[in-house]
């Protein structure tokens, strides 16, 4: 059987893990909303959050959690003082109770709920523990501050702990978080819904000397053997560490002030010691996506930044965005990125295409590349406007427009493009002057006022895709292959390229043509 089913059955028989007789009180409720914190006769500690089943710490459903206030004393004997858990820790000496005090405040930020807990390692002439325990309504976190006096008649040395079994989400497996603040925190996360807890550090008090997010259980490199563990030396209990792989996670905190080595060293006889933190409880909050809604020119990217903490404020560090665009620049796969220290992600829209595009992220706890119903999610606008016109490039080859003839070749317009374009071309012919023409004897004031003949042919329409070079041959119409046959003209080719945005380039060539000379018919050489 596994041990914390062990232990759990038999706290309903009224059995501590050792078997001893166990006749406690039930823990003081203190009523808040949308948190109920309760304290247990030895400062046990347990949450629940409205409209959740479950506790915050194990076991789960029990009033008394698995969290708590630990000494570890190294004076006489080195005895480490606490309580006998569900499933943890076993082997601490009991507390011996002093007193439970009844809820005041109004639950204000002004007048918390407060609860005040005492209990000692001793009946006399030990340290006794003044446990306050305040709740703000609205809140996902609670205030605990321990006071420890010494009541005996010499220095003492101590090391005090507080350390937890973490149960978030209809689950005690997740991993580690540490951040480094102000105010440091160390918890654990549930994997696949991203809910979460632990302790943070409450600025202006007694700093912790060291914490550690390790593995629920009694062995040495686990939490509650660490606890049990504590009093065997100055040395430091925590090391500092996170772990990262799932696992029935657990966490704690420590202050070494007054052990040897630490400072002041010891706790004179009649003084205290305040030492205080923050239990948090916390849910995803809502993953924001900033800027909502962008605009940007066709091929300049916009670079969303993804915000994505707890309702506490903890940043999701280290944890993977994944994202997909549709619209315009549609992604095949979705794309990823990384939660930094501070909380954001950068996700990226390259805006390749113009058009809109949404931009939809979330917040893949568990990293298995699926959304869950519990994964945040959000969305963005990008629309990218293409105002640049398409560039083509003009190629004119042969000097027959209309079909071959004599010794040259037909007349080819060639068109090539750098992106998809509808294009039309254009092509006017002007008659040049004949080598023999009257201009000698043609008074200038009559050769100024002749009209410059200008001959429209029939445009042509293509479409052209980038990097596709398209030939478009001319037409010439019947009268105009007999009126100027045999004759050379200038050939003005004008290319309009539209593309799907609607910007307009226009690029004009010129070419002197000639057109052919009529072949004579049958009918006529016989005449001859």
Request: aromatic share 8%; proline share 6%; with cysteine.
């Amino acid at each position: 059987m596994h041990r914390r089913v062990v232990a759990a059955a038999l706290a309903v028989m009224g059995l501590g893990a050792a078997g001893a007789s166990v006749a406690s009180a039930a823990p003081v409720a203190l009523g808040g909303a949308p948190m109920n914190v309760y304290v247990g006769e030895l400062g046990q500690l347990q949450a629940f959050r409205a409209g959740v089943p479950d506790g915050i710490y194990y076991a789960p459903t029990n009033t008394t959690g698995d969290a708590g206030f630990f000494l570890a004393v190294r004076d006489g004997t080195p005895t480490v003082y606490g309580f006998d858990g569900n499933a943890g820790p076993h082997g601490t000496t009991d507390y011996t109770l002093g007193s439970q005090g009844a809820v005041t405040g109004s639950g204000t930020a002004g007048d918390p709920l407060k609860q005040v807990t005492v209990y000692r390692t001793a009946a006399s002439n030990g340290l006794e523990v003044t446990q306050t325990t305040s709740y703000v309504n609205g809140s996902q976190f609670f205030t605990i501050t321990w006071v420890v006096r010494n009541t005996g008649a010499a220095a003492a040395h101590f090391k005090a702990l507080a350390a937890a079994d973490f149960f978030f989400d209809g689950s005690d497996r997740g991993t580690g978080i540490y951040t480094q603040g102000p105010p440091q925190f160390i918890g654990g996360t549930n994997a696949d819904t991203g809910n979460s807890g632990g302790f943070a550090e409450v600025p202006g008090t007694t700093a912790w000397s060291r914490y550690q997010a390790l593995a629920f259980g009694s062995a040495d490199n686990e939490v509650w053997g660490k606890i049990n563990n504590a009093a065997a030396a100055d040395a430091p209990t925590f090391d500092d560490s996170v772990v990262g792989e799932q696992v029935d996670n657990a966490g704690g905190v420590e202050w070494d002030q007054y052990v040897t080595g630490g400072s002041p060293r010891s706790l004179a006889a009649g003084a205290s010691a305040s030492f205080s933190l923050v239990a948090r409880s916390a849910v995803p909050s809502a993953l924001q996506l900033n800027p909502p809604n962008a605009g940007s020119p066709k091929g300049v990217p916009i670079n969303f930044t993804v915000g994505a903490f707890d309702t506490n404020g903890t940043p999701y560090a280290g944890k993977t965005i994944r994202y997909a665009i549709t619209g315009a620049n549609a992604t095949p796969t979705t794309l990823t990125a990384t939660v930094g220290p501070d909380g954001n992600a950068v996700i990226t829209d390259p805006g390749t295409n113009a058009g809109p595009d949404t931009v939809v992220a979330f917040l893949d706890f568990n990293n298995n590349g699926t959304r869950e119903a519990a994964e945040p999610q959000a969305s963005a606008l990008a629309t990218f406007v293409d105002n640049v016109p398409p560039s083509c490039k003009v190629k004119v080859s042969g000097d027959r427009p209309g079909g071959s003839g004599g010794a040259g070749k037909p007349l080819i317009i060639t068109v090539n493009c750098n992106e998809p374009s509808t294009v039309t071309v254009q092509t006017t012919l002007t008659p040049r002057a004949g080598a023999h023409a009257r201009a000698a004897t043609v008074d200038k004031k009559k050769k100024a006022k002749k009209k410059k003949v200008t001959i429209k042919l029939k445009s042509a329409t293509v479409t052209v895709l980038p990097g596709q070079k398209v030939p478009v041959a001319l037409k010439l119409s019947s009268a105009v292959r007999k009126k100027y046959a045999g004759k050379t003209l200038t050939a003005t080719i004008t290319v309009t390229a539209r593309d799907a945005s609607g910007n307009v380039k226009k690029t004009k060539a010129t070419r002197t043509v000639k057109l052919a000379k009529l072949k004579k018919s049958k009918a006529h050489k016989h005449r001859k």
